[in-house]
């Protein structure tokens, strides 16, 4: 088996908030089969727990009450040969298919509402118009709550049981307002201001919300603190990069485009004849009138090159931020929605094709849904453009900068939709009520369907791949899903794939049992403001797989173990491999009833999220666990 190396969770904490961080710390190692007395040795050292205690800590399927063997220290009797069990830093490389191309699909009738009781077999998807397998089918229910069940916490052995019948509310959904600050202009993003204040106000106890701006001038990490969102939604303001649009001649970043980039011949006569009435230049005779005409097309070349500049430059940094909301949201353990409350974007270069599209894959690979509110509402371009410019004098330019404006406003609301609908969220336009728009986009939808395929014969080229998918029964449905994706320009490394793919288990709050693993949780005050708490994760090895090597029975076990506080933050972690090379009588009678693990934390009194990922790796196979614990 091939290593791969460790998760650099200290990295990771420079893309959090400062309040957001991790420590690395787990105890794996050997195997004992008797019961040892508890010391008082600190948090982190490498202590067993009795055996009995393991096996009153860890429900027995079956009616069984076997004591479990622990691994957690490393003196062994003899006949339990240690180096069966040992620990090391390295995760094994899990098989993974570098190639999947995911695609979330919502599916909507003709009144709006999700529609869920799909199969695979009602699908079919096109990838450049050439029909595809779907490999990977599943219909979600986001919207759901989160399953988790009910575990109870006991206190450490000879301690005397706290009251803990009651656990805390643990955050279910995070959302992150993503206001466009670079982009909207006052009136918008006060109105938008407005009707978020109110919507902050009905959310559920276990919602977590956090703000950001496009500007990164505005930032409230995740919290239900009422007050601090109010405080942080009345820092937003209008903070563009530079002028929009210039007196002369009149360009916005849509037309620049079109002059710079696609020679579009009818908008750059439409700027010069802009820029002959604005700069107002003699043209009594055929010379004069040549050299303003010179004049007005050097002045359209000049403010096409910085529109374009300008715009370019505004959208890669929304872009950039939307990446960043991306890396903070995808931590947080439970329901993940992004709302982007924004006029629109432009991205016609190829660069910010490829962020924008960047940005999708890291919300599918991730789980995140991200929905979009046009914060202009119901809006109408005015005949001549807006009265407070001193627009074109020509008929001709006037006329065509009108129809541009229309198309740039059509093309602005192309990047929310497409976000939305890639995503598996909502987008919400031409709509003056904000307040329930909000509320609609902080919604997921009831269902949606996440389709796998791989690309046959795909080419590390770069390109852009079409999609398109569409259901088999004549049903009037809507399908509402991604556009496309771009094909990688080199092999993706399947050591960082499997690396990724243990990370966003350990910060999803979906609950998987692949393998047979129990968390429990046990507790030990030693002051009113210090306490360690201990997680268990009890493993049935008899249901793993196993690969025979010189006659021993060899498999390798990642065990991460994540401690969140009430908001969803990091406080601790543990992270590290379990490797086991057992005789044929180890696993048929000292490890019968499995193994139990232990990890402690050093806690301060509070409400706690206790996340469990086990995942092995010859089956490739995974578990998940959620855990609740209040410690008074």
């Excluded at 004549?474 to 793919?501: I, S």
């Excluded at 969803?568 to 693990?597: H, V």
């Excluded at 996340?611 to 010859?618: C, G, I, N, T």
Aim: glycine letters at 6%; aromatic letters at 6%.
């Amino acid at each position: 088996m091939t290593s791969i190396p460790k998760v650099d969770w200290a990295r990771r904490k420079s893309h959090l908030s400062s309040k957001s961080f991790l420590a690395i710390f787990v105890l794996l190692s050997g195997l004992t089969a008797t019961a040892h007395p508890q010391s008082n040795s600190s948090p982190n050292s490498a202590t067993s727990i009795p055996a009995t205690t393991a096996a009153q800590s860890t429900p027995q399927s079956g009616g069984q009450a076997t004591p479990a063997q622990t691994a957690g220290s490393a003196s062994a009797p003899s006949d339990a040969n240690p180096e069966e069990m040992t620990s090391r830093e390295e995760i094994p490389t899990f098989k993974v298919n570098v190639k999947l191309v995911l695609v979330r699909v919502v599916v909507r009738d003709s009144k709006g509402n999700a529609v869920g009781g799909l199969h695979k077999e009602d699908f079919q998807l096109l990838d450049n118009h050439k029909p595809e397998v779907i490999t990977h089918f599943s219909m979600e229910q986001p919207g759901s709550e989160v399953a988790r069940e009910q575990k109870t916490s006991e206190p450490a052995p000879g301690v005397a049981p706290a009251d803990n019948t009651k656990l805390p509310a643990v955050p279910e959904q995070y959302i992150a307002y993503v206001f466009d600050d670079i982009h909207l202009k006052f009136g918008d993003l006060v109105q938008a201001r407005l009707a978020a204040d109110h919507h902050f106000a009905s959310l559920k106890p276990t919602d977590r919300v956090a703000i950001f701006s496009t500007s990164g001038q505005t930032t409230l990490d995740f919290t239900d603190d009422r007050a601090k969102l109010h405080e942080a939604l009345l820092q937003l303001h209008p903070r563009p990069i530079g002028s929009g649009t210039s007196d002369c001649p009149n360009m916005t970043f849509y037309m620049a485009d079109l002059i710079q980039n696609k020679q579009d011949s009818r908008a750059e006569r439409a700027s010069i004849e802009d820029a002959l009435s604005c700069l107002r230049l003699p043209m009594n005779t055929p010379q004069l009138a040549q050299v303003a005409f010179q004049s007005a097309e050097m002045s359209v070349v000049a403010e096409a090159a910085r529109q374009v500049t300008l715009g370019n430059q505004e959208s890669h940094i929304a872009l950039v931020v939307l990446k960043d909301v991306m890396r903070r949201i995808m931590v947080m353990p439970g329901h993940r929605n992004v709302v982007v409350v924004s006029p629109g974007f432009l991205t016609p270069e190829l660069d910010l094709e490829q962020d924008y599209m960047n940005v999708v894959d890291h919300a599918l690979h991730s789980d995140v849904i991200i929905s979009t509110l046009d914060a202009r509402g119901l809006y109408a371009i005015a005949p001549g453009g807006d009265v407070s410019q001193p627009g074109p004098t020509n008929a001709f330019a006037s006329s065509a900068e009108s129809q541009y404006e229309i198309e740039a406003a059509e093309a602005q609301g192309d990047v929310l939709s497409d976000l939305a609908y890639a995503t598996g969220g909502t987008w919400i336009h031409n709509n003056n009520d904000l307040e329930d728009g909000l509320k609609r986009a902080s919604t997921t939808p009831e269902y949606y369907y996440m389709l796998g395929f791989s690309p046959q014969n795909l080419k590390m080229d770069g390109g852009f791949h079409a999609l398109k998918v569409t259901l088999k029964s004549p049903q009037k449905l809507t399908v509402l899903t991604r556009r496309g994706y771009y094909a990688p320009k080199h092999a993706a490394d399947p050591a960082e794939e499997a690396k990724q793919q243990i990370e966003e288990a350990v910060f999803s709050q979906e609950e998987v049992h692949d393998i047979p693993v129990q968390l429990r949780t046990q507790f030990f005050k030693s002051s009113d403001q210090d306490a360690r708490l201990t997680v268990l994760a009890h493993v049935d090895v008899r249901h793993l797989r196993f690969r025979k090597v010189d006659g021993r029975n060899g498999n390798e076990l990642t065990v991460v173990s994540a401690l969140f506080n009430r908001n969803g933050n990091f406080i601790e972690g543990s992270e590290k491999s379990l490797r086991m090379r057992l005789r044929d009588e180890t696993l048929a009678s000292k490890l019968a009833s499995g193994i139990t693990l232990k990890t402690n934390f050093a806690v301060k009194p509070g409400s706690y999220l206790v996340r469990l990922v086990v995942r092995d790796a010859e089956g490739q196979e995974m578990s998940a666990e959620n855990g609740a614990i209040e410690i008074p």
